[in-house]
């Protein structure tokens, strides 16, 4: 498969390497230059963590698969990532930092993440790869193998043409845009907001509960109670890789945390028969601790209607200084950043720590201005 691979892929200017085994990595990542492009492919249909099933990195005139059903000694790629002093060049990074996290336990250094550059360079938020390649270098891709099975053996032509160009013109992008950054002197203000994005965060499952629709609404103790099904929730869907919809859902979640002591008959009557006869028991078992463990902090009501004017205020400047100069808006105005600024403010008179840095070199004079009314 291998020498198949290198004779019908190999043309223009890159040269494809299949690696397939522990020291063919060993061998490939010594070959790595100082800047590589870099993704990768994975299946989460019907599990927590994602599934991976393929790595790409091209550096050079080379691009490297890197297969995790072959490889099981990844510390070469580890050490690479976390080197600081080379560059990973990637679009729309998140998936992959959380693949990265999960299967090799690792957060690479000095992320460019093309997607997240592009956003301080145009009013596009979250164009995707293929709009960027055509916009850019005027390439058009085909864009047809996202959902195949990447866990299949051997892959297609056509996902190892996918493959190919998912980061064969990742280096050309970075140049392009790196060199537009600098030029308008926003290489400062996407380098400060990437060291933070590119450090991927475990979510907490006892901090699930905020993330509930209408949890606000609940009773303190009823509030600890969502809070122990929660973390229970998202403990039991890691434990068995299952998504946590797969164990139950939220509105399940908060219609028991309303109820005062939880049955299993009340589980039977709201739930699936197989789901409810797996999980009945340890649910009213932990609705019953939950009853007994001290409230969390509450959540935030939803904004009174004068903060709501102060948010559509702040909102309409935001983006008004995003369309002149031309940034993403997304950058400056996320409703949920407005809002937990609006918040903070109300509780400690300055801006909130998001619209610190570059963002308040550029809106905090406006925003303390439309703030201060409401102390």
């Known amino acids: 498969m291998e020498a198949r691979w290198h004779t019908r892929y190999r043309g223009g200017e890159k040269l494809l390497e299949w690696v397939a085994d522990n020291a063919a990595l060993t061998t490939a990542v010594a070959q790595f230059e100082d800047r590589v492009a870099l993704d990768t492919e994975f299946i989460r249909t019907h599990t927590y963590y994602p599934m991976p099933g393929l790595y790409q990195v091209a ?39 959380e693949l990265l996290h999960n299967h090799l336990g690792v957060s690479p250094r000095n992320v460019f993440d093309t997607q997240y550059a592009n956003a301080f360079l145009s009013p596009d938020f979250s164009l995707s790869y293929a709009a960027l390649v055509e916009r850019l270098l005027g390439i058009s891709l085909e864009k047809h193998e996202t959902r195949s099975n990447w866990l299949q053996r051997p892959l297609s032509d056509e996902q190892i043409r996918y493959a190919i160009d998912d980061v064969t013109h990742l280096l050309r992008l970075y140049q392009s845009l790196s060199d537009d950054l600098e030029s308008l002197g926003r290489s400062a203000w996407f380098g400060a907001d990437m060291r933070d994005r590119s450090e991927y965060q475990v979510s907490e499952p006892t901090l699930y509960y905020r993330n509930v629709k209408k949890a ?79 409230a969390p902090e509450p959540l935030p009501r939803p904004l009174t209607p004068a903060q709501g004017a102060v948010l559509k205020a702040l909102r309409n ?59």
């Open 59 to 97: 550096s050079g005139d080379r691009v490297f698969l890197l297969d995790p059903l072959g490889i099981d000694d990844w510390q070469p790629l580890i050490e690479y990532l976390r080197d600081p002093h080379t560059t990973k060049i990637m679009h729309a990074c998140l998936e992959d930092l």
């Open 216 to 294: 606000w609404q609940l009773s303190d103790q009823q509030l600890a109670v969502l809070q122990t099904l929660c973390a229970w929730r998202e403990d039991t869907a890691r434990s068995e890789n299952v998504p946590r919809n797969r164990v139950i859902w939220d509105e399940h979640l908060f219609g028991f945390a309303r109820i005062d002591a939880l049955s299993t008959e009340h589980v039977r009557q709201a739930l699936p028969n197989g789901v409810a006869r797996r999980y009945a028991q340890p649910l009213v078992d932990q609705h019953r601790v939950g009853r007994d463990a001290q």
């Open 317 to 375: 400047v935001a983006r008004e200084t995003a369309v002149n100069l031309n940034l993403a808006p997304e950058l400056l105005a996320r409703k949920r950043d407005l809002e937990y600024c609006v918040r903070h403010h109300a509780q400690r008179a300055e801006l909130s720590p998001h619209y610190g840095d570059w963002r308040g070199e550029l809106v905090a004079d406006p925003f303390m201005d439309i703030l201060q009314p409401l102390r």
